[in-house]
């Protein structure tokens, strides 16, 4: 985890809440992530976080949000997961709302090129990152992610950091 976003976790006080962006990568395959989402709706109806987890081709987005407490605890339990490898924490914030309230967890499965834009979407803090993945998840995020395409082109025979 970059030392100066957990750093910033660490010290939001703990019933604040909060959004947070991981990438990382796994070689679960579709069996074992179902498994993993089953146990986090369970989890996170307890504890109170929300999100969803985007993948691709063994790339994983993850974006949770709750209490600073819950979701620095969550964090840490990830990142000592051995099936994720490269956890990369990307994005803080400290919100008023949620975006994904309604969901204990959620699973969309992208293509690469897709995902990738989503995830540079929220580390340029672009409007609307969210609401994109809400809208594809209900259909009609496609319109959206071909707009986004535009500011954020797929990557053509190289990797960002957001990637390696």
């Known amino acids: 985890m970059q030392i100066?976003?957990?750093?910033?976790?660490?010290?939001?006080?703990?019933?604040?809440?909060?959004?947070?962006?991981?990438?990382?990568?796994?070689?679960?395959?579709?069996?074992?992530?179902?498994?993993?989402?089953a146990t986090?709706?369970?989890?996170?109806?307890?504890?109170?976080?929300?999100?969803?987890?985007?993948?691709?081709?063994?790339?994983?987005?993850?974006?949770?949000?709750?209490?600073a407490d819950v979701v620095s605890a969550l964090l840490t339990v990830i990142e000592d997961d051995p099936r994720h490898c490269d956890f990369d924490l990307v994005r803080l914030d400290a919100v008023t709302e949620r975006s994904f309230g309604d969901w204990s967890m959620n699973r969309i499965e992208l293509e690469s090129r897709r995902l990738i834009q989503i995830l540079y979407a929220y580390i340029n803090r672009e409007p609307g990152a969210s609401q994109?993945?809400?809208?594809?998840?209900?259909?009609?995020?496609?319109?959206?992610?071909?707009?986004?395409?535009?500011?954020?082109?797929?990557?053509?025979?190289?990797?960002?950091r957001a990637v390696q």
């Not at 259909?139 to 959206?144: A, D, I, Q």
């Open 4 to 37: 100066e976003l957990h750093d910033r976790l660490l010290d939001i006080p703990r019933d604040v809440l909060v959004r947070v962006v991981y990438q990382s990568r796994t070689d679960m395959d579709d069996h074992e992530l179902e498994q993993v989402i």
């Open 40 to 67: 986090s709706q369970r989890n996170n109806a307890v504890t109170g976080i929300t999100g969803v987890l985007v993948h691709s081709d063994g790339l994983l987005m993850q974006v949770l949000e709750g209490g």
């Open 132 to 160: 994109l993945l809400r809208d594809y998840a209900a259909g009609g995020g496609w319109k959206r992610l071909s707009a986004l395409e535009s500011k954020h082109p797929p990557l053509q025979g190289h990797t960002q």
